[in-house]
Structures are given as structure tokens and as C-alpha cells.
């Protein structure tokens, strides 16, 4: 978080935080919501300026309750997620995923499918949803320990259906980015569920008394 911010937030404690104004959408751009509808599903405006977008992947963050914000000085901003915390790409010399904020992902701990056909992973940076326009490439890169991508084989099964009879259920038990340890699970989700098995909120929300 950038000291001025910091600063700011010593010097004016009290801010009321905001929700509704600015939301991530799923291929990683900020959009603006000048009317405080983003948990409304409006589209609102993508942010252009590469300066404020910088600024806002600096000092975005969480709470222990899984709301993700932009800390605008002393007020906090909640951001409403079309997708996930975080949006996973490929960088650009195709040697490691990073998020839309500019950091490395690190460590994939567990990546999850939802029943509406995303990809997800649990990284050492937070919550991520693949940008869809990786997925292929990824799944591509994405192998079981019998040498096969996790592209061959959703080819030979026809993409897999999910019909969990728990919230959860794991579809493969290892998967190894580019064959590299260490190995991580696939799991299986209703898309509805997903945020709370990630620890996020989509569409955070001030309290009801305010």
C-alpha cells in the first residue's frame, strides 16, 4: 500500500467506505460506476488512465470477512467482482501466470472448475479466475501424472459435466503446471458456491443501519 494512502488513513480515521462505485470485471479491467450501481450488474465504465489503474492495484486489499477493496486514501472502496479477487494471465513472455494487478501468482494451490465451465485457482496471491481467453493455452499447459494435458483429456471426455452430489467434489487429484512441482488438485463446484469455497464476496455491501 502506497505510504500517502497509509498516511491518509492515520490522519482521517473516520471515512465512511463506499460500495457500489467500481468493480473488476472478468478479463481483469477496473470499471467506474458513477452512479453506485455495480452491485446492480451494470457494466459501468472501464478505467483507461494506466496511472489511476496502477494506483488502484497498488492499494487494493481484503478484509477478514473475504470483501475486497481499493483504499482511495482514507476511504474504502468496496470492489464488486464479476469473477474472482484476482484475474490470471499469462505474462508476456509465456513463462508464468500473473495476476491483472501485475504480480506474480505463485504457487497454484488448488484449481477449481465451475459448473458454468471457469476456471479458478486458490494461488499464493488470493483467489483467481482465469481470464477466459488463456483457458485453452492453460489447459494446454495443465498435466495429469500419466503425461496427458488437461486439454487431451477433457477433449477424450467431452469436457466434463459437473453433477457433485456434495458442494465440492475433486474431478482430478494432481494437475502439474508446465510438468513443474508441485502438483495441485481440480476440484468441481457449482458456480454459486464458489465464492464462499474461495473465501470471497462478489458484491459486498455496506451495513443496513448506514
Not at 101 to 108: C, L, P, S, V, W
Not at 145 to 162: I, K, V
Request: with cysteine; hydrophobic share 40%; aromatic share 10%.
Amino acid at each position: 500500500m502506497d505510504k500517502q494512502v497509509i498516511q491518509a488513513m492515520q490522519r482521517w480515521p473516520d471515512v465512511p467506505a463506499a460500495c457500489g462505485w467500481l468493480s473488476l470485471d472478468a478479463r481483469g479491467a477496473w470499471r467506474l460506476h458513477e452512479h453506485g450501481d455495480a452491485n446492480q450488474g451494470m457494466p459501468g465504465e472501464p478505467i483507461a488512465h494506466d496511472g489511476l489503474r496502477a494506483f488502484i492495484g497498488r492499494n487494493y486489499g481484503h478484509d477478514d470477512q473475504g470483501r475486497w477493496f481499493f483504499q482511495n486514501g482514507p476511504q474504502r472502496v468496496f470492489v464488486t467482482l464479476q469473477a474472482a479477487p484476482y484475474i490470471l494471465r499469462w505474462n508476456a513472455a509465456q513463462t508464468q501466470l500473473e495476476t491483472h494487478t501485475g504480480q506474480t501468482a505463485g504457487e497454484i494451490r488448488c484449481w477449481w472448475l465451475s459448473s458454468d465451465g471457469w476456471l479458478y485457482a486458490q494461488t499464493a496471491s488470493g483467489p483467481a479466475a482465469l481470464d477466459g481467453r488463456e483457458l485453452e493455452a492453460t489447459a494446454n499447459r495443465l498435466f495429469l501424472p500419466d503425461g496427458r494435458s488437461l486439454l487431451a483429456h477433457w477433449q477424450a471426455a467431452h469436457y466434463p459435466e459437473l453433477s457433485c452430489a456434495t458442494p465440492a467434489c475433486c474431478l482430478l487429484p494432481a494437475l502439474a503446471l508446465d510438468h513443474q512441482p508441485p502438483s495441485a488438485p481440480l476440484m468441481g463446484i457449482g458456480a454459486a458456491l464458489l465464492p464462499a469455497a474461495l473465501g470471497f464476496e462478489r458484491a459486498p455491501a455496506l451495513p443496513a443501519d448506514r
